[in-house]
């Protein structure tokens, strides 16, 4: 793909969108087991990074099998972004560091993190050049929105600046940071950075179908595609993509059976590594909301999603619902009286 990306080695490669909460190790192995060929950590601050607190050392952990693998990073201080890359290096030795500069949400933006830096184009240009350096030869790639707002769509410049701070490769999703993931994604300006810069540039946003993929591919130059919240409730999609891009025949989608097979894999392989069923139960819920699309009685079952605690419930629920719906979905006798965790389904990405 790039002489500075040797370990991509896709033509075309599909990126798993780097989301909060969601793209964990045991998510990312079974995306890669669909298909995925570049995985990103979720993001990690650099001061978290410098404490090396547990939280920290879950977010980085990886397994050998998850390769080619990055590390992505969020900070508005070129001196402690480029030492907490290093120190990442020198810990996990990942493939390449990711620079976090389209992250929306609140409480990172307050601290000049991700998206804030579209708005302040020096201190951008500080960091991914410290960190450049830093980690040299290791390839350095980025993230960024097209814009903060519809008053400042500015991708195109800021892929200039990324690129000649020495950027391997650029992800481009198509909402400003004002949109959040409202609205429509604008490939247009996405279009306009693949056919501006030299590097490769990923395009990410409302990719929810093979199809919708291989038209964004004929219509601009990007260089792969990055999928976010369409492989939470279909990590198969990988599978879909490459099937389609090859043959241009549309595979369906898998059997019930497989899907409740994934679903059942994620809960009990997060189970053990909570160590605590009940409380790693409570952390799938959201998860779980997001399998359900597109699933037989979904209203249902995002009903009995917010309230187990077991492994054992979700294989109940399988086994009553795999299959033509053998059965309606009750309401579950022995539900809690408290209420459920707040879910979201919106995760950074």
């Not at 701070?165 to 300006?189: K, P």
């Amino acid at each position: 793909m790039n002489a500075g990306l040797p370990c991509f080695t896709n033509a075309f490669p599909l990126y798993l969108a780097p989301m909060a909460g969601v793209t964990d190790k045991i998510f990312r192995q079974i995306c890669k087991r669909y298909g995925a060929d570049v995985l990103v950590t979720e993001f990690v601050s650099a001061e978290g990074v410098f404490r090396r607190n547990e939280r920290t050392r879950e977010y980085l952990d990886f397994d050998e099998g998850e390769r080619p693998l990055g590390v992505q990073l969020f900070g508005a201080d070129p001196a402690h972004m480029a030492e907490a890359a290093k120190q990442v290096v020198d810990w996990i030795t990942p493939d390449f560091i990711d620079l976090n500069f389209g992250c929306p949400v609140n409480k990172v933006v307050a601290k000049n993190g991700g998206s804030a830096l579209l708005k302040d184009c020096p201190t951008l240009t500080g960091v991914a050049k410290a960190v450049v350096q830093a980690v040299a030869p290791l390839p350095v790639t980025a993230k960024i929105r097209i814009g903060w707002d519809a008053d400042s769509i500015n991708a195109v410049r800021v892929a200039e600046i990324l690129q000649e701070c020495g950027i391997a490769a650029l992800a481009v999703h198509g909402r400003t940071r004002a949109q959040g993931y409202s609205g429509e994604a604008d490939w247009r300006v996405i279009g306009e950075v693949a056919e501006t810069v030299t590097i490769p540039v990923i395009g990410n946003g409302d990719l929810f179908s093979a199809h919708e993929v291989a038209r964004r591919r004929a219509e601009t130059k990007i260089s792969g595609v990055m999928i976010g919240r369409a492989a939470m409730s279909a990590p198969w999609i990988f599978k879909q993509i490459k099937h389609y891009l090859v043959t241009g025949e549309l595979l369906p989608t898998p059997e019930l059976s497989e899907r409740w097979n994934v679903i059942i894999e994620h809960c009990r392989r997060h189970a053990d590594d909570w160590g605590d069923e009940e409380q790693a139960m409570r952390s799938m819920r959201a998860r779980l909301m997001a399998y359900s699309k597109n699933f037989p009685e979904a209203k249902a079952l995002r009903e009995k999603f917010q309230h187990v605690s077991t492994v054992a419930e979700i294989e109940d629920i399988a086994e009553m619902n795999d299959g033509a719906s053998k059965e309606r979905l009750l309401p579950n006798a022995s539900r809690r009286t408290t209420a459920p965790n707040v879910l979201t389904l919106n995760p950074t990405e």
